[in-house]
């Protein structure tokens, strides 16, 4: 029996990752669901997973969830820079006071060099975790489809996705091919002291992905780029917190710079099959 934990399982690629284990024919009672709120994920539950409370802001509680797993999946956080990292670190020393076998942390791309003021917190969680000298995998998540894909409705409505990328070009890949590759480094040996970086098997720019949108939605989308400030103030106007709409502002900027367009095929090769191309993303956005 080997139990493989996850925390923030109750979050969009957690609860993918536990499904995509389960789906290998992992049995549920050796999945382990670390979640802040139980109740979220009762169905796992219900379906024999083991769910236990655990929070990167509780040291002591969540070491207890982690006693005895002995591959920990550990999926980043969000919120401010600041709350992510004192939570991670808190994690770190929680992960090493469990004993956990195997670390496998979800990170971004070229995690020491990258530009991104989001990479900050995973430069500094991947040196805690080799520090700890616990065994660590690290997977360096390019961006997610959904991250552009979740508001297609509100895109085809305007007409137009908006961002300050200019021309630059990002090599997405799916909530579902980052969840299997998890999957894949934690049911499968010869993984770790390895650092993956994990990308689409192609980088896309805004024009070509609006131009997919158009041929679907048989409607004009534009790729509209704005001023750091103004993409920043438009993110403000759609709800979003201060702080995440200036660190995707900031972002697109890097972006624009080349940040995120390098591709490998280390996650094609991981999960066994393509990663998921632009048309089959924005059929299925569309679907939302």
């Not at 050796?30 to 083991?50: I, M, T, Y």
């Not at 004192?86 to 990170?107: D, F, M, N, R």
């Not at 409505?157 to 021309?167: K, R, W």
């Not at 590759?181 to 650092?195: L, N």
């Amino acid at each position: 029996m080997t139990t493989i934990a996850i925390t923030a399982a109750s979050g969009h690629l957690g609860r993918l990752v536990v499904e995509d284990l389960l789906s290998r024919g992992v049995p549920a009672g050796d999945l382990r669901a670390v979640v802040r709120s139980p109740e979220k994920v009762q169905d796992f539950a219900d379906r024999g997973v083991q769910v236990v409370q655990g929070d990167y802001a509780d040291a002591e509680g969540l070491a207890e969830a982690l006693r005895g797993a002995d591959k920990w999946i550990f999926i980043s956080s969000s919120g401010p820079n600041e709350v992510r990292l004192a939570g991670h670190l808190t994690a770190v020393a929680a992960g090493k006071e469990a004993g956990v076998g195997h670390v496998i942390y979800t990170s971004i791309p070229q995690a020491e060099t990258n530009p991104i003021g989001f990479a900050d917190v995973h430069k500094t969680t991947e040196a805690a975790l080799k520090e700890s000298g616990l065994p660590y995998t690290f997977l360096r998540n390019n961006w997610y489809w959904e991250n552009l894909t979740g508001s297609l409705g509100a895109s085809v409505e305007h007409g137009a996705i908006i961002g300050s990328v200019g021309e630059g070009r990002i090599a997405y890949a799916t909530r579902a091919d980052y969840a299997a590759a998890a999957a894949v480094v934690a049911t499968t040996e010869g993984h770790e002291s390895k650092v993956y970086e994990l990308t689409g098997d192609r980088a896309y720019s805004y024009a070509e992905i609006a131009a997919e949108i158009t041929r679907q939605a048989g409607k004009d989308v534009a790729a509209v780029n704005l001023p750091q400030d103004e993409y920043r103030a438009a993110l403000e106007g759609f709800g979003l917190p201060a702080f995440l709409a200036e660190g995707l502002a900031d972002a697109d900027v890097k972006i624009s710079e080349g940040a995120l367009e390098q591709t490998t095929d280390t996650l094609r090769t991981l999960i066994g099959r393509p990663t998921t191309p632009v048309a089959d993303a924005i059929a299925e956005g569309l679907k939302n």
